[in-house]
């Protein structure tokens, strides 16, 4: 399958690209600095060069904070983008794989979230992933996969992999015990992005998430008895407490069982998270 990654620099890019690859796609992997997608002829010649079968859009602007000084920057890349990527699935002939974010929900009451559930984002970076979702849909075959807390590929990138460098070198960790999360292994949301369009499953909306939810202090305590270091390292702190200049969903968790009854079962956030720490060899500490 001759297929398109965009934002190939980024973590759910690489390992987009090199998953994809082992699968023996022919993949045109095109990092910011090679192809932007805020520029629409560039763009749309670049693909129409490359004659793909699908387009995954692993590129996108995620400076939450950042994005309230910069709306237009944000907008650019998370709708306007997809806007002119949805004209060119049309024209082109490709399906178009793109990803959002639990950011488009409120997260102010405890519940599971569902693909059918009200959206309310909250600040400039939410909102135009809601708008990127919306341009997304008008391409006629589509699939835009919610992700969320994303960890995985280059080490050291991830919240999650802060936190293992942390217990790694014996300190204390903070780690939010009152936001509640599913987290996205980017090796197990690769998998399931080429096994949605391999299986030809219906075009729509999926949360593509490792199965279950967790919050941040359960997360890393978990993780520190997976590479024996002590759990009272960690150290649970209230999200709700603090002052920031764009609020995040404190209860995030998001259901995956429409991709299940799609065909495609992600694995546990545990087994993931056990799978991640294996690939960094991380050495166990001294008796």
């Not at 022919?26 to 520029?39: F, G, P, Q």
């Not at 919306?134 to 991830?158: D, M, N, Q, T």
């Not at 299986?199 to 593509?208: E, N, Q």
């Amino acid at each position: 399958m001759n297929v398109v990654v965009l934002g190939a620099g980024g973590q759910l890019g690489q390992s987009m690209t090199t998953r994809a690859r082992a699968r023996g796609y022919n993949v045109s992997a095109w990092t910011r600095r090679e192809v932007d997608i805020t520029e629409p002829k560039a763009l749309a010649a670049a693909l129409a060069e490359a004659k793909p079968s699908a387009v995954f859009n692993c590129a996108a602007y995620a400076r939450v904070d950042e994005a309230e000084d910069e709306p237009a920057v944000a907008l650019a890349a998370n709708a306007w983008a997809l806007r002119d990527l949805a004209r060119l699935s049309q024209s082109l002939g490709f399906t178009l794989v793109h990803y959002s974010t639990d950011f488009v929900f409120e997260g102010s009451v405890p519940a599971i979230h569902s693909e059918t559930d009200e959206t309310n984002p909250r600040g400039v970076y939410a909102t135009s992933k809601l708008l990127g979702e919306r341009f997304a849909a008008e391409a006629p075959a589509h699939y835009i996969l919610r992700v969320e807390s994303l960890f995985g590929g280059a080490a050291g990138k991830s919240s999650i992999d802060t936190l293992l460098n942390g217990l790694i070198a014996g300190r204390e960790v903070r780690a939010f015990a009152d936001r509640t999360v599913s987290p996205s292994f980017v090796d197990d949301v690769s998998d399931a992005s080429m096994a949605l369009v391999e299986s030809h499953a219906p075009f729509g909306l999926y949360h593509c998430v490792n199965s279950g939810y967790t919050t941040w202090a359960e997360l890393t305590s978990a993780a520190a008895r997976m590479i024996d270091r002590p759990e009272s390292l960690v150290v649970p702190t209230n999200m709700a407490g603090l002052t920031m200049r764009v609020p995040r969903p404190l209860y995030a968790a998001l259901s995956n069982e429409k991709l299940r009854g799609a065909g495609v079962a992600m694995p546990t956030w545990q087994d993931a998270l056990a799978r991640h720490i294996a690939s960094r060899n991380i050495a166990r500490p001294a008796n």
